[in-house]
């Protein structure tokens, strides 16, 4: 099969998307829409727009989307409108939350797709429960397969070092969501209850939050603030953190999968086999209770396989090339 790439520009600062493609490898995009940032309608709909012409010019057998970002809906519907075949990677999570774009992103793409490849078997269930059964496939995650590709790169990192911390001795913060960026008491909130802890605090600011963070005003913020880091420094920092605390979900499984406790400053997940298995506590942007996990928070169970064992690549290869073979 040929693979044309296209890289809609949604993430454009280099800390956001040209080092992803530098470390993993990624090719180089065979398009760059470059549509920038906008309000989620605008930055859908100026996708779209450069998109059609892209897929009307190649005209490809298959159209694939991964996630549920802006470009995902955006591909997904831009695909169907065309009437090319649809494939979902990362398909059927619900956080059964209508405020998060991205929940609105993930549940319209589904159900245009005429292939779905999930990433656990809650996500098939979650399908079946809204009638989605053809063309359903659980194949594992996606990110665990990069994941088990850069162990080595991970142990081999020096980062540690570099920026004077040591393993297990520092707690990790990540911030990024709309719903606590964007409101600024929610954001204040899980600031100062992470301030309260007396713990050694690093956050990776994303740039959104960065100017909300200025706007608090909070003195005395002993955080260790640094820049958005890339993939392979991201890992180092979840797998050697004492505790993480996020409203990321692709952060909320890579602590699972480096054995890490982790705090959601959430009041729900799409990957609630993080939380059923103890691995995850929902804390939502109560004070208390972010204060309370920090200080007693401990899985007590062990862990199980639910996101498969890194082969959810080589699953989906041969389904489709059977299909388009």
């Known amino acids: ?14 800390e956001m998307s ?3 493609f530098q470390e993993l490898k990624i090719p180089k995009p065979d398009y760059n829409l470059g549509v920038g940032s ?25 159209v694939i989307v991964v996630g549920d970002v802006n470009s995902t809906l955006a591909g997904a519907l831009t695909a169907a409108k065309l009437n090319i075949p649809l494939t979902h990677i990362e398909a059927g999570l619900r956080s059964y939350d209508k405020t998060m774009p991205e929940e609105i992103n993930r549940v319209l793409t589904d159900h245009i797709s005429d292939f779905l490849f999930c990433p656990t078997e809650t996500a098939v269930k979650n399908l079946k429960k809204e009638g989605i059964t053809r063309g359903v496939y659980n194949v594992g995650d996606i990110m665990y397969d990069t994941l088990m590709i850069s162990k080595l790169k991970i142990q081999k990192s020096k980062l540690l070092e570099k920026v004077g911390l040591k393993p297990k001795q520092y707690l990790l913060l990540t911030v990024h969501r709309a719903s ?12 100062m209850a992470v ?15 960065k100017k909300q963070l200025k706007k608090l005003k909070i003195k005395n913020l002993k955080f260790k603030i640094i820049a958005p880091q890339s993939y392979f420094n991201m890992l180092v920092l979840e797998k050697n953190a004492k505790k993480i605390l ?15 406790p982790c705090i959601t400053t959430r009041d729900e997940t799409e990957w609630v086999e993080t939380v059923k298995s103890g691995w995850n506590i929902l804390t ?15 899985p007590q169970k062990t862990q199980e396989s639910w996101y498969g064992k890194g082969q959810a690549a080589k699953k989906i290869l041969p389904i ?3 299909i388009y073979g």
Do not use: C
Request: net charge positive; aromatic share 8%; charged share 30%.
């Open 284 to 298: 939502g942007v109560d004070e208390k209770k972010i204060k309370k996990a920090i200080k007693y928070f401990q």
């Open 1 to 14: 099969m040929e693979m044309i790439l296209v890289h809609t520009g949604q993430h454009y600062d280099f």
């Open 195 to 209: 301030k309260e802890s007396g713990e050694k605090i690093v956050f990776p600011v994303h740039p959104r939050t």
């Open 246 to 260: 996020t409203d990321s979900g692709g952060v909320q499984k890579e602590a699972y999968w480096m054995k890490v």
């Open 320 to 322: 489709l090339s059977k």
């Open 18 to 20: 040209q080092v992803f």
């Open 38 to 62: 906008g309000s989620h309608a605008r930055q859908t709909a100026k996708i779209m727009e450069k998109l059609e012409p892209v897929i009307l010019r190649e005209n490809p057998g298959l």
């Open 180 to 191: 606590n960026t964007d409101n600024l008491d929610n954001l204040r909130k899980i600031v």
